[in-house]
T-cell receptor
Framework: GAVVSQHPSWVICKSGTSVKIECRSL??????MFWYRQFPKQSLMLMAT?????????EQGVEKDKFLINHASLTLSTLTVTSAHPEDSSFYIC?????????FGPGTRLTVL | DQQVKQNSPSLSVQEGRISILNCDYT??????FLWYKKYPAEGPTFLIS?????DKNEDGRFTVFLNKSAKHLSLHIVPSQPGDSAVYFC???????????FGTGTRLQVFP
């Protein structure tokens, strides 16, 4: 199956700083990638849909100015959490679509102190 | 508003027996249902899916049943193996969208 990677796998940062998470499709091109967030013991919640070469589409309740998404190439989408706060601590997972199927990355654990 | 619900947070089954994981949904506009398996600190991996026009799909040890009138689906794993121990999420997509709406997950533990 198609492989999706994320970097970093975990990150700890101070409150007020910005953190960038990368999502790469390793062996295929993805015009569409998705960003999810999972809080402990909760479901994965879709945050936004990232489209190559255009603006991301955000789900209701997700601040686009806080969660900046850039899909600059067919194999890379980035999520930047700006001015992170402790409540942003979560598990962030991306997925990329190929052949009508979504392939998920391994996730990034963000802890904001 | 949780459109996809998994009411059992955990399930424990003996090896060799059947595991049945349940999922309920509220939106009649869902057209595809999927099951994902997830290990800690990893992303979900696709397991099996079913179209809303079908009531059963089977793949090896895994079978998914869909009851549209009851807005209920279930995943059957038989025989269960210790390697099946993981968190299982059901998910659904709306007509003409790629968006996955996930349930809260059920932790399955298969013991020897």
């Amino acid at each position: 199956g198609a492989v999706v990677s994320q970097h970093p796998s975990w990150v700890i940062c101070k409150s007020g700083t910005s953190v960038k998470i990368e999502c790469r499709s390793l062996d295929f091109q993805a015009t569409t990638m998705f960003w999810y967030r999972q809080f402990p013991k909760q479901s994965l919640m879709l945050m936004a849909t990232s489209n190559e070469g255009s603006k991301a589409t955000y789900e209701q309740g997700v601040e686009k100015d806080k969660f900046l998404i850039n899909h600059a190439s067919l194999t890379l989408s980035t999520l930047t959490v700006t001015s992170a706060h402790p409540e942003d601590s979560s598990f962030y997972i991306c997925s990329a679509r190929a052949n009508n199927e979504q392939f998920f990355g391994p996730g990034t654990r963000l802890t904001v102190l | 508003d949780q459109q996809v619900k998994q009411n059992s947070p955990s399930l424990s089954v003996q090896e060799g027996r059947i595991s049945i994981l349940n999922c309920d949904y509220t939106n009649s506009m869902f057209d595809y249902f999927l099951w994902y398996k997830k290990y800690p600190a990893e992303g979900p991996t696709f397991l099996i899916s079913i179209s809303s026009i079908k009531d059963k799909n089977e793949d090896g040890r895994f079978t998914v049943f869909l009851n549209k009138s009851a807005k209920h689906l279930s995943l059957h794993i038989v025989p269960s193996q210790p390697g099946d121990s993981a968190v299982y999420f059901c998910a659904a997509t709306l007509y003409n969208t790629d968006k996955l709406i996930f349930g809260t997950g059920t932790r399955l533990q298969v013991f020897p």
